[in-house]
Nanobody
Framework: QAQLVQSGGGLVQPGGSLRLSCVASGFTLDYYAISWFRQVPGKERERVSCITSTDGSTYYAEFVEGRFTFSKDNAKNTMYLQMNNLKPEDTATYYC??????????????WGQGTQVNVSS
């Protein structure tokens, strides 16, 4: 049984911070490219960040560059998304994922269940 179980999320004020967690069970993360996506109702799911499975390079979407930090803890088999200086437009459902590459969504192998992030006063 392979699963990605997410936690964190919630309500935060603009300019605030939040950390999302994603725990993998049934497999180890270090063999996969790992990603965070987000989706707003009525819009397509978009990639927020990705770490490659080869050299561990980290990539960020332009709209979160300098504000979000993607990391993982191999000992805990867990990935994290630290979100700082949050904006109302960051409000979305966030998903963690594993895949074969960072560049192709078609290679996604597992999805987390999603967690809601609301940025509002």
């Amino acid at each position: 049984q392979a699963q990605l179980v997410q936690s964190g999320g919630g309500l935060v004020q603009p300019g605030g911070s939040l950390r999302l967690s994603c725990v993998a069970s049934g497999f180890t993360l270090d063999y996969y490219a790992i990603s965070w996506f987000r989706q707003v109702p009525g819009k397509e799911r978009e990639r927020v960040s990705c770490i490659t499975s080869t050299d561990g390079s980290t990539y960020y979407a332009e709209f979160v560059e300098g504000r979000f930090t993607f990391s993982k803890d191999n000992a805990k088999n867990t990935m994290y998304l630290q979100m700082n200086n949050l904006k109302p437009e960051d409000t979305a459902t966030y998903y963690c994922a594993t895949g074969l590459t960072c560049g192709e969504v078609v290679t996604i192998t597992s999805w987390g269940q999603g967690t809601q992030v609301n940025v509002s006063s």
